[in-house]
Each structure stands twice: as structure tokens, then as C-alpha cells.
């Protein structure tokens, strides 16, 4: 999430849009895994089928699909949209191009930037009976916002 306005450091963020398919059959193979793409230069950089886990998220008895598209794109939703079939199409088979198109998220603050070298964690007092936690105070990822806020209320604790 962005910083409120306190006198933590600004933090710089990465944007990501994420869409939504729906598709006849999985082609997860009902494995759960997310699968990354290594092609820089690709809008598909990870798809995932959610309903191979819990179906009840997807339209009855289809498969749903998700795909991030990191960065500014530059695209309007129904090029990015016919672009991805495209990509997804070489990735899992010519019913790709034909998945029906679900939504088109645009989530501007998906991430805090995580620079090489950039250290693993800040600081989570900011003042005197004031902290902070979550993703932005260390690297983005749902551990980085358990852990900070784990830590921070052991620190709260400690001090009462
Ligand atoms: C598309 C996408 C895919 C991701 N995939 C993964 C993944 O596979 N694995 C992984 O580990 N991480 C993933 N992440 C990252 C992960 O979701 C974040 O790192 C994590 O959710 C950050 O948690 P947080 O509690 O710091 O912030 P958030 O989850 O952003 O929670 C902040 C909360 O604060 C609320 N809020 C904001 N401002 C205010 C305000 N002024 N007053 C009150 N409430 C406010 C917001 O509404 C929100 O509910 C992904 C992120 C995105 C966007």
C-alpha cells in the first residue's frame, strides 16, 4: 500500500495489470503453480489458473485465468487483450486465442520498487509510539508483510 503522509521515506512503485480469462479446460494440470516468464520483452510475465484451487471463483464449470502484465504497457485493455492471446496462445495451444476475456485490472501501486543491493528491511519506528509495516518497509511479497508486521507488534509489546 502507499505510505501515508508521515515522515516515513517516499517509496517509488512498480505498476501491474492484471487480466482475467475464462477458459474451457485447465491447462494447469490441476498442479497450483504459477508460472513465470522469463521473455523480458513478453506482456504475459506470470499466468495462473485460481480455480484449479478453488473453482467456485470461476464462471460454472470453466477455468479461470489470470495473467500480470508488469510495468506501463502503453496499451489500451482490447490490444493488451488480443496481444496476450497471442502470447498465451504459444504458450498453451491454439484455445488460448479463443478465451473468453473476463476483466482488465490497472493496479498503479502493485508493488514497491526493490532495487539490487537495496536493503532487506527498514525502519518500523518511524517515532515514539509510531510504526510501520507491510511490504513497502522491506520487499514485496506477503512474507515481507508478515514479517514486518510480526515484528513490529513484538515491538509494541516490549515496550509495554
Ligand atoms: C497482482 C499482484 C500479484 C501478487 N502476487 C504475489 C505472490 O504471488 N506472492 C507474494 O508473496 N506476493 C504477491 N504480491 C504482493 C503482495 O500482494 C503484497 O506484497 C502484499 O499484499 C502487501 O501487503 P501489505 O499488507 O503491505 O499491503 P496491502 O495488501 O496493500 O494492504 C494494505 C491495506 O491498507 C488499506 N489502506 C490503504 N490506505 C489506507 C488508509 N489511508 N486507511 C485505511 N486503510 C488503508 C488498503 O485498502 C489495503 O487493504 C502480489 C501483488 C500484486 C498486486
Not at 508521515?6 to 495489470?17: D, E, G, I, L, M
Not at 476483466?103 to 518511524?126: N, S
Request: hydrophobic share 40%.
Amino acid at each position: 500500500m502507499p505510505p501515508s503522509q508521515h515522515s516515513a521515506p517516499a517509496v517509488a512503485w512498480r505498476r501491474t495489470t492484471c487480466t482475467y480469462f475464462a477458459a474451457d479446460h485447465s491447462p494447469g494440470r490441476g498442479d497450483g503453480l504459477l508460472r513465470l516468464n522469463a521473455a523480458s520483452n513478453s506482456l504475459a510475465h506470470n499466468v495462473s489458473f485460481p480455480s484449479d484451487i478453488a473453482p467456485e471463483i470461476a464462471p460454472h464449470g470453466r477455468t479461470l485465468v489470470s495473467v500480470s502484465t508488469h510495468g506501463e504497457h502503453g496499451l489500451d485493455e482490447n490490444t493488451l487483450t488480443e496481444r496476450l492471446r497471442q502470447e498465451l496462445a504459444a504458450w498453451f495451444g491454439p484455445d488460448a486465442a479463443q478465451w473468453q476475456h473476463l476483466r482488465t485490472y490497472q493496479i498503479p501501486y502493485a508493488l514497491p520498487v526493490y532495487a539490487a543491493g537495496q536493503a532487506p528491511q527498514q525502519e518500523l519506528r518511524v517515532a515514539e509510539g509510531l510504526y510501520r509495516c507491510g511490504d513497502y518497509a522491506a520487499y514485496p511479497s506477503q512474507n515481507a508483510a508478515l514479517a514486518t508486521g510480526r515484528q513490529v507488534a513484538e515491538m509494541i509489546l516490549a515496550v509495554q
